[in-house]
């Protein structure tokens, strides 16, 4: 017969283990990494009590039929892995055939990742149109010492990973704001994208748009095709802002004219803020010291809290 020390260390082992701060994606997530631990924690109390494992069975709720759902977990499987530059990939995820993520513009997806026996949540917005069938794309950047980096570094074609949404995202009408200014810094390109995109397919949309895209150099530019596609449109505008170029006249002629060295500091913001052809409504996303120091530069330039969107 087990000993009353032996069926408690078993049950502790089965015992959910609360979240660290740092497995939290910090979105406002519903529900979030702690009220899924909650949910476990009464479930594993609930089954102690009555010394029943099967109360645990239904511990991690997931699906497999490819709909994406806020609560549960759903499997998708990586069709391809593109490396974009040396710490970043852009990922590719089957849908079945004609279905779509339905995602309206800029919201995210929360990714679900065990590292170390850790759960780790971390939120990504997707970067192919919201309407996209058969599959959606994620931009990703691999942090050395990230714990969701380690998870995705293994990644390969063909593997299967959980995601659960959609969350948060920008209410964008139509013509509703004259001009939106996008501050976007590494991957804080992401939310950008969807929302161009559907300015730029809806002929009767004449929002006019400057996308200010901050990188370290010029390499580190990412999807530079697709940008350069966009600043085609009449109503699109892309300055890059590169924080370790010395000198532009490495960079090749089409870029000279709309890129500048440095930081994005107050002095920039008010110049790009002048030659806005209307009064902007700004976009901001990036690390939260790059979105506090783009809040505080428009203020300065006289852009009212009200009129900025921080994803």
């Known amino acids: 017969l087990q ?22 994606c910090g979105s406002g997530c519903k529900p979030c990494i702690y009220d ?18 099967s109360f645990l069975v239904e511990k991690k709720e997931q699906s497999n039929n490819s709909e994406l759902n806020p609560d549960t977990f759903t499997a998708f499987s990586i069709s391809s892995v593109e490396q ?29 990742g065990v590292v170390n026996g850790l759960e780790i949540q971390r939120a990504y917005t997707p970067i192919s149109p919201g309407n996209a069938e058969g599959y959606f794309e994620v931009l990703m950047k691999c942090y050395e010492a990230g714990l969701m980096s380690q998870y995705i570094k293994t990644w390969k074609k063909g593997d299967t990973v959980f995601w659960r949404g959609p969350f948060g995202g920008f209410p964008y009408r139509p013509n509703k704001h004259g001009e939106l200014l996008m501050l976007a810094s590494g991957t804080g390109l992401a939310p950008m994208l969807p929302i161009l995109q559907s300015i730029t397919e809806d002929e009767e949309d004449e929002t006019f748009v400057t996308l200010v895209g901050c990188f370290r150099t ?4 990412y999807l530079k095709p697709l940008l350069q596609d966009l600043a085609r449109y009449w109503n699109i505008r892309i300055f890059y802002v590169l924080s ?31 030659s806005c052809r209307r009064k902007p409504f700004v976009l901001i996303c990036g690390s939260s010291a790059f979105n506090e ?3 505080r530069y428009l203020k300065a330039a006289g852009i009212e809290e009200n009129s900025c969107f921080v994803f």
């Open 3 to 24: 000993t009353m020390s032996e069926n408690e260390d078993e049950w502790l082992a089965l015992k959910p283990q609360e979240p660290s701060p740092s497995q939290c």
């Open 36 to 53: 899924v631990y909650e949910k476990e924690l009464a479930q594993w109390e609930r089954a102690k009590a009555k010394q029943d494992k």
């Open 84 to 112: 974009l530059t040396e710490d970043t990939y852009q990922y590719k995820f089957e849908l079945p055939a004609n279905s779509s993520l339905q995602l309206s513009l800029g919201q995210h997806i929360v990714l679900r």
């Open 218 to 221: 010029f390499d580190k530019i």
């Open 244 to 274: 370790q170029e010395a000198s532009l006249e490495k960079l090749p002629w089409s870029y000279r004219e709309n890129t500048y060295t440095g930081h994005l500091d107050e002095d920039l913001m008010r110049t790009i803020i002048n």
């Open 293 to 295: 120091d783009m809040s």
